[in-house]
């Protein structure tokens, strides 16, 4: 079950030789070493961090002053969702002696106040350079360094580009017909005017329902005569219960900040917190509810969705946990209709980003605010007084688009990036992303992306994320500094495989099930691809310090001495077959491979014990896969559910193990393949009992060719089609299945 990419023989081969590069010696030096984009948290952290390293930079920022998203984003009630003692920066360790938050959660007008504190507190001002956004950015091989360009004239050349953009900074379109024909006020949230906007009295629309809309509804509803939201898709939201910060989590920091944010930095999500083990359905209904119940009233969003191990992975945990929503959405909205309307029920709970709000739903209770469900009454264009859907004509005396962002990629690729041989970055990622670790791109050298796409990003705390970008970035340029070289690059194998991973790892979870902005299915045109990394900021953490740890692999670093190139890929298994291996390991289990076959076989047996009920059996269908050695006979195995007790994993390693089982098994069985035919069924995919069985765990021989079978149409549970298809890959050894077969490959579906 290794990745099988296959075209770099010499993975790992490592050149430890300078080869000498004479030709390179008379470089220019350039006007500064770094040029960063974008003076948000990340931008502010750069030049705390480059300063204090002794290079010379220039930050360039397009708004008239510092703070990115906390610049832009004045809507009335934005917040942070994510705690405010958690949002902020760890390289100020005396903070609490100037700076205090207010609230549980800040507001927007707090966090700029603290972003300019900091900026004034370390003097980072006069690296920036306001009211100038960045037009272009061009590699000059030959002179092996940057020439940026802005739109206040600047011309300056830099050593090293790092994009600060922020994942939530470039505006999406508004999408709707005949704006520009209305003659009422227009605002986007994510473009509010610095001078107040007063509603009172006023008819307003919102068209939008993510977290802009979710915290700006309530509060409009507030001065407003009259609220209609035009609701596309519904989302799930839970409670902030804001107030003062928690004295618990003071209590934490005063006891040991550094062992605070440590455990920061090696948590799932960027907050301190325990990876939750434990599946659903592996505890009693009663237990699970208050589960749920306990989830909704601490107001924490990664609380909520670490509630079970299983919930963005089984389809039926997530159902369970996505009703509990929707019965609190029913039991606090009055009107049936607008309730039922607010519920989601189109995607799996946290694929699409779930929301935090004060009084959302209960909004809706107010006789003055409406809710029109777009999909049901669609918008037909907007008019000199208001907004036209299919069967009502609205008169508006202002209209708010909540309509969200080109997340993720949107602001880097508004940039006209040309690398290597003028490659443009725009045309590259045409398809979709392609970067390694979320922080470098092939063919464009010295460009660093600051939570890019296919890292954590938006999937963790920012705050936390950015700095860790950071510094990886700073301790790269001491490396490059101190070995003499001048440039580094991710080689195509290292990126091929990162962006494989990045793909597996969502392909594992429910939400590729979405769409959502985290797929880019928000922006019209653009790819549907899982943008963040979803595995988690501690497994992302680590395999970044691996990365260096070996010698840069992955890389290709070069200079005037000459070049080294450590190629390679930082992670060679499957994620779920990662998953279980780390999960044994923490167990201080012996590796599957080191076992004899039959204690291999016992073992496999006793986790089989532990897996929750599958589905019926299905249909049985045998085919061919191409090989390099032949054609490979597969058969397809729609599984009945095995029997079985609940308590057989009551155990704590019993159930970590079936947590990472869960996922990947329960996965499998969700996408019912055209090949199969059945629906609801756990696919496992076998070799036929005509092959010998295997005698002991050796490695599969190395299949050539292409080893992923063309993507079959998958049938959904409801008979739709489904685009993205099911995968079958194929594994690169024995593992230990019943008596006279072998699984050879294995199959990840997708939930429809
Ligand atoms: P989001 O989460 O992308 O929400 C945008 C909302 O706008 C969402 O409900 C969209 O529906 C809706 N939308 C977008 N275009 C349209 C059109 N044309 N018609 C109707 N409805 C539309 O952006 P936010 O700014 O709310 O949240 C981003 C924040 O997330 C960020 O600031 C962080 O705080 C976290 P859809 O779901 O696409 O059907």
């Known amino acids: 079950m290794e990745y099988p990419i296959t075209q770099d023989a010499g993975l790992e081969a490592r050149d430890d030789r300078l080869v000498t590069d004479s030709a390179r010696t008379d470089r220019p030096t350039p006007d500064v070493d770094v040029v960063v984009v974008g003076a948000g948290i990340a931008g502010l952290y750069l030049a705390y961090r480059l300063s204090r390293a002794g290079h010379r930079l220039r930050v360039f920022e397009a708004g008239d002053d510092l703070g990115g998203k906390w610049y832009w984003n004045r809507y009335p009630g934005a917040r942070v969702d994510v705690p405010s003692i958690d949002y902020m920066y760890s390289f100020d360790p005396n903070w609490q002696r100037d700076w205090q938050w207010s609230e549980k959660y800040a507001t927007q007008p707090e966090i700029l106040r603290y972003l300019n504190h900091i900026a004034d507190k370390h003097d980072l001002r006069r690296h920036i350079t306001f009211s100038t956004r960045v037009r272009q950015a061009g590699w000059d091989d030959s002179a092996s360094l940057w020439r940026v360009r802005t739109d206040g004239g600047d011309d300056v050349s830099a050593r090293f580009v790092v994009m600060a953009t922020g994942c939530l900074s470039m505006p999406k379109q508004a999408?709707?017909?005949?704006?520009?024909?209305?003659?009422?006020?227009?605002?986007?949230?994510?473009?509010?005017?610095?001078?107040?906007?007063?509603?009172?009295?006023?008819?307003?629309?919102?068209?939008?329902?993510?977290?802009?809309?979710?915290?700006?509804?309530?509060?409009i509803a507030e001065e407003a005569r009259e609220v209609v939201v035009f609701q596309r898709t519904p989302t799930f939201s839970i409670p902030a219960r804001n107030g003062q910060v928690s004295p618990e989590r003071l209590a934490l920091f005063a006891a040991n900040e550094a062992d605070y944010r440590s455990a920061a930095r090696m948590s799932p999500g960027g907050i301190p917190m325990e990876r939750s083990i434990t599946p659903t359905f592996s505890v009693s209904e009663a237990e699970r509810q208050q589960r749920y119940e306990r989830a909704w009233g601490i107001g924490e969003l990664f609380e909520?969705?670490?509630?079970?191990?299983?919930?963005?992975?089984?389809?039926?945990?997530?159902?369970?946990?996505?009703?509990?929503?929707?019965?609190?959405?029913?039991?606090?909205?009055?009107?049936?209709?607008?309730?039922?309307?607010?519920?989601?029920?189109?995607?799996?709970?946290?694929?699409?980003?779930?929301?935090?709000?004060?009084?959302?739903?209960?909004?809706?209770?107010?006789?003055?605010?409406?809710?029109?469900?777009?999909?049901?009454?669609?918008?037909?264009?907007?008019?000199?007084?208001?907004?036209?859907?299919a069967d009502e004509a609205f008169t508006f005396d202002a209209i708010v688009f909540a309509t969200g962002f080109d997340a993720v990629t949107g602001a880097i690729t508004a940039v006209d990036i040309t690398g290597r041989d003028d490659a443009a970055l725009k045309d590259k990622w045409a398809d979709g992303p392609q970067t390694y670790l979320g922080l470098t791109t092939a063919g464009f050298p010295n460009l660093f992306l600051i939570t890019g796409p296919g890292s954590p990003s938006v999937l963790s705390n920012m705050a936390v994320s950015i700095e860790q970008h950071v510094d990886w970035v700073l301790d790269c340029l001491g490396h490059l500094r101190a070995h003499g070289f001048a440039a580094i690059e991710p080689t195509a194998t290292a990126e091929a495989g990162w962006t494989q991973h990045v793909n597996d790892c969502a392909d594992i979870t429910l939400f590729p099930a979405?769409?959502?902005?985290?797929?880019?299915?928000?922006?019209?045109?653009?790819?549907?691809?899982?943008?963040?990394?979803?595995?988690?900021v501690d497994f992302y953490r680590a395999t970044c310090d691996e990365v260096v740890a070996r010698d840069y692999l992955g890389f290709k670093l070069s200079g005037p001495e000459g070049?080294?190139?450590?190629?390679?890929?930082?992670?060679?298994?499957?994620?779920?077959?990662?998953?279980?291996?780390?999960?044994?390991?923490a167990m201080n289990l012996p590796t599957l491979d080191s076992m004899p076959v039959d204690e291999a076989r016992a073992f496999y047996a006793q986790m089989s014990t532990t897996r929750p009920p599958g589905p019926d059996v299905g249909e049985i269908v045998d085919g061919v896969l191409p090989g390099a050695t032949g054609d490979l006979a597969y058969r397809f195995i729609g599984r009945r559910p095995r029997a079985r007790t609940r308590s057989s994993c009551s155990s704590t390693a019993g159930v970590g193990l079936w947590a990472t089982l869960s996922r990947t098994i329960r996965c499998a069985g969700t996408c019912a393949c055209a090949a199969t035919r059945s629906s609801s069924r756990r696919t496992t995919v076998m070799r036929r009992s005509t092959d010998s069985p295997p005698q002991s765990m050796t490695p599969w021989p190395r299949c050539g060719g292409s080893p992923t079978m063309p993507r079959h149409s998958a049938v959904c549970r409801d008979g739709s089609r489904c685009a993205a298809g099911a995968r079958v890959a194929i594994s690169r050894r024995w593992f230990p299945g019943s008596p006279g077969t072998r699984v050879d490959h294995t199959s990840s579906g997708r939930y429809c």
């Open 175 to 219: 999408e709707v017909d005949g704006l520009e024909s209305f003659t009422g006020e227009v605002y986007f949230t994510s473009r509010w005017p610095h001078d107040p906007v007063d509603f009172t009295g006023k008819r307003v629309a919102v068209i939008g329902t993510g977290s802009s809309g979710v915290q700006s509804i309530p509060v």
């Open 514 to 536: 979405a769409n959502s902005w985290y797929m880019g299915a928000n922006v019209p045109g653009k790819p549907r691809v899982f943008l963040p990394y979803p595995a988690g």
């Open 304 to 389: 909520a969705i670490n509630v079970y191990a299983d919930v963005l992975s089984n389809p039926a945990a997530n159902h369970e946990f996505a009703e509990f929503f929707r019965n609190k959405i029913r039991a606090i909205v009055d009107d049936p209709q607008t309730a039922s309307d607010l519920c989601p029920t189109d995607y799996p709970v946290a694929t699409k980003r779930p929301c935090l709000d004060t009084n959302y739903y209960a909004t809706y209770n107010l006789p003055h605010v409406r809710l029109v469900n777009v999909r049901k009454h669609p918008i037909r264009q907007i008019t000199e007084t208001g907004i036209d859907t």
């Open 563 to 585: 070049s080294m190139c450590n190629d390679g890929l930082v992670r060679r298994l499957q994620p779920d077959v990662e998953m279980i291996l780390i999960q044994m390991a």
